[in-house]
């Protein structure tokens, strides 16, 4: 019994039914919870860029082979382009059969500003997008958590290493390996406090937004739920069997960081335990650090299977009529702008509305529509994103011949031995 207390699993799902009971119950309290959640997301937050930085470097200056790296690159982004364009069809064809906002009627919907996302949709491209991957400056990039900024200087940091001698490079892998340990026994600090996060989350979404807000949009969000639970037992499970892996022995895996999204709506609150859980997988260090960074940006099943229904939704919504070759312009402007507002503030509003906007037929004010229920399926996103993420690394170390199948089967082994023990 006193394995299970301490399990996190169960700390987590315990935290999150307090929390939506406490949401139902007594709003007014629950909203004051925000702080509970916001203050875990932080703390892991201020981790992420320095593991990143040392994760990457670490497997580029190890890795050796430059060549390599390229490869490793190019395969991770061909993949992540094929599976989110595939996402974004597989959304627009589910939303088009069930007709979500068909018969919605917009008198009963309570309606929120969405100025602030709209002006930031309007204004942002891809261009700017390429742009602000370069950083006017290092510490900058640490400072404001710029994944991808972190991203690219780190590869640079790891060429610069990799190309001097083993007298020069020993010590400063060393060093970084040893810092890296440092940062990851502080993950293991902060985790210990992510039931109270999940629980101030969860509270605050129920309290503030309320179960009602959810009854003139339920068919809306029980086809983004529903859609997303097929493409990961479907389609992502159809990978996973081609690369010989078990999804469910790879669910079962990273139960807790699934739990810990599902309380926070943030997948960046678990990414450094991913790294570490899918280098523990079997995958190497090298072809985890480069894909799962670059993942939480380019690789966004959740997201797109969102966002292509959200514009399917509002044009039914309007009683619009698109025709094959709007949605296949749909497809294209969402393949660009999905990238374009990745790991930005309010990014889902921001794509839909720069979507919107490029499409100029839809009304921008639509977004309005979706503000009370948005919260709701964040986490739906976040965990089809998170799960993603890992298949995608797997899948790319497989490729490579970078899997370790004899430590996947240990851990694994191990996995199934201390679930048995804690059922017992």
């Known amino acids: 019994m006193n394995k299970l207390f301490t399990n996190l699993t169960f700390q987590v799902l315990v935290a999150i039914t307090v929390g939506i009971i406490l949401g139902f119950v007594a709003p007014d309290i629950a909203k004051e919870m925000k702080p509970l959640g916001t203050i875990f997301i932080n703390l892991v937050k201020m981790l992420i860029a320095p593991i990143i ?7 580029i200056a190890k890795m050796g082979n430059m060549k390599k790296v390229g490869r490793v690159g190019g395969k991770a982004l061909l993949y992540f382009e094929i599976v989110t364009t595939l996402a974004l069809v597989i959304g627009l064809f589910v939303a088009n059969f069930v007709q979500p906002g068909a018969n919605v009627n917009l008198q009963e919907i309570k309606t929120g500003d969405v100025s602030e996302y709209t002006k930031e949709g309007q204004e942002m491209d891809w261009v ?29 940091f790891g060429f610069a ?31 210990r406090v992510a039931p109270i996060g999940a629980f101030g989350a969860m509270s605050f979404t129920i309290g503030n937004y309320g179960l009602k807000t959810l009854l003139p949009l339920g068919k809306l969000m029980v086809s983004v739920y529903t859609t997303m639970a097929l493409f990961i037992f479907i389609v992502l499970a159809l990978i996973c069997k081609i690369y010989r892996f078990n999804i469910f022995s790879y669910l079962r895996f990273i139960k807790d960081e699934i739990l810990i999204v599902l309380g926070t709506s943030s997948s960046e609150s678990v990414l450094p335990r991913m790294l570490d859980k899918m280098e523990k997988f079997g995958c190497s260090k090298s072809v985890t650090g ?106 790319v170390a497989k490729s490579e011949g970078e899997f370790d199948e004899e430590k996947n089967r240990i851990v694994l082994e191990e996995m199934r031995n201390k679930s048995q023990t804690e059922v017992a």
Not at 53 to 59: A, D, E, K, M
């Open 53 to 59: 930085f040392l994760t990457i470097v670490l497997g």
């Open 128 to 156: 700017d997008f390429f742009v602000h991957i370069v950083p006017e400056n290092i510490v900058g990039a640490f400072a404001e958590g710029e994944i991808l900024q972190v991203v690219l200087f780190a590869c640079l």
């Open 161 to 191: 290493l990799a190309s001097f001698g083993e007298n020069f490079k020993k010590p400063t892998i060393q060093f970084c390996e040893n810092l890296s340990q440092i940062f990851f026994k502080i993950v293991a600090m902060v985790m």
């Open 290 to 395: 480069l894909v799962i960074p670059t993942g939480y940006s380019f690789n966004l099943d959740g997201t797109s299977i969102y966002l292509s229904m959200a514009v399917i939704f509002l044009a039914q919504v309007f009683g619009i009529d698109l025709s094959i070759w709007q949605m296949v312009t749909i497809i294209g402007i969402l393949m660009i702008t999905s990238k374009g507002a990745a790991g930005v503030t309010g990014s889902g509003f921001i794509v839909l509305a720069s979507t919107l906007s490029a499409m100029n037929l839809i009304p921008l004010e639509g977004l309005g529509l979706l503000l009370g229920v948005d919260r709701f399926m964040s986490e739906a996103r976040a965990i089809t994103n998170l799960i993603g993420n890992g298949i995608a690394t797997i899948v």
